[in-house]
């Protein structure tokens, strides 16, 4: 059995926010942020491979999941703030940050709001805005419907997160039952939040974006990936071949991290020479 790490601060404005650590106390930080709808308790599978790598991996709950309480009317430039506040708290200065599918505007809120404090931000099978014709004609036909139901009728999405709830505690998916702890009324919050446009300017991110991206990803299409990486003028993208649970091949997982370790030390490296 998986030991505890779930631990909680509280924030300036009296908000609790819930996070876990895994791998080396003393390593390379990397926030890791959740999928949509998702915990901090996604993360528990890198314990062992962020101890090979020397990386510290801090997995955050946003707002109204897990253990973190809800932020009213909150936007995706709300979240830079408290991991601003949580990084203090843990007395990490610098740190890199990684967003899979629903946490991926999250990561890029950070690279474009605190660049100065990141060594790295990576989107992991990122969503894009569905209304893209293209974006929304390729992906199936849940997830087309999810995005559509938040708009048109999230009653009707809560009552589908409701069953997926009672699913999750059927087949003991500790991640999930924790992703609706609090019920599902920040899932279907959220799932409207990727369908409008972000509150994210894109031309203001300027910190070096690593897109990492399924070929035959049909719950965020690969288009969406490439309409990001065009908007984005410091952005490379990858493109394996794997869905949209990528993250899930330990082989990538491990590829995002020493890309992310080689940057820093390659940062590292130049702060000596001047």
Known sequence: MTRDRSKVIILKDKRRLGYAE???????????????????????IEDDVAIDLNLRMISVDRPGYGLSDKQKNRTFRDWPLDLLELASHLQIDK???????????????????????????????????????????????INRMGFTLSKSCPAILSLLYKAMNVRSKKVNDVQLIEAFRQGVKESVIETRMITEPWDINFAQVNAPISIWHGEDDDSAPLEGAKWLSSKLSNSEIHIVKAGHSLYWDESYRKMIYTEFINGYNKEQNKSKEI
């Open 22 to 44: 895994y791998g080396v106390s003393d390593g390379l930080p990397l926030f890791v942020f959740h999928g949509s709808p998702g915990s901090r308790l996604l993360f528990e």
């Open 95 to 141: 740190f890199g940050v990684a967003g899979i599918s629903g946490g991926a505007p999250y990561a890029l809120a950070c690279a474009e709001m605190i660049p100065e404090k990141l060594r790295g931000v990576f989107l992991i099978s990122s969503p894009a805005w569905i209304n893209m014709s293209n974006h929304k004609k390729k992906m199936n036909r």
